[in-house]
């Protein structure tokens, strides 16, 4: 069974950064890629960033050009690198991965609901 960590989240101010971490035990979370998701109260889960097995890269629309997600195979970490953020990135952060593989490419524009394996989140406040 795979068992998801995220930590590092926090305070962070308008334009400021913040490095998220999702560390992970069992090895289909680094095989079958790991997907980054957040909701903000009163709003959906909603597709932030997905890593694939290949070490391919995705992003939703929203956070394309300020957050960067990689990976430490050797730590089974996978970490979202958040620039820039804005008021509006403040949500639970939550990364996620499949008990099978799914298409990162699909998977970064929906809510996750297809994905079985979640953290338990980290806060992330963006205020100044």
């Known amino acids: 069974q795979v068992q998801l960590v995220e930590s590092g989240g926090g305070l962070v101010q308008p334009g400021g950064s913040l490095r998220l971490s999702c560390a992970a035990s069992?090895?289909?979370?680094?095989?079958?890629?790991i997907g980054w998701f957040r909701q903000a109260p009163g709003k959906e889960r909603e597709g932030v960033s997905c890593?694939?097995?290949?070490?391919?890269?995705y992003y939703a629309d929203s956070v394309k050009g300020r957050f960067t997600v990689s990976s430490d195979n050797a730590k089974n970490t996978v970490y979202l690198q958040m620039d820039s953020v804005k008021p509006e990135d403040s949500a639970v952060y939550y990364c996620a991965t499949g008990d099978s593989p799914a298409p990162c490419a699909v998977v970064v524009h929906t809510n996750g609901a297809a994905l079985e394996n979640w953290g338990q989140g980290t806060q992330v406040t963006v205020s100044s």
């Open positions: 890593l694939d097995s290949g070490g391919n890269a």
């Open positions: 069992g090895t289909t979370a680094v095989y079958y890629g």
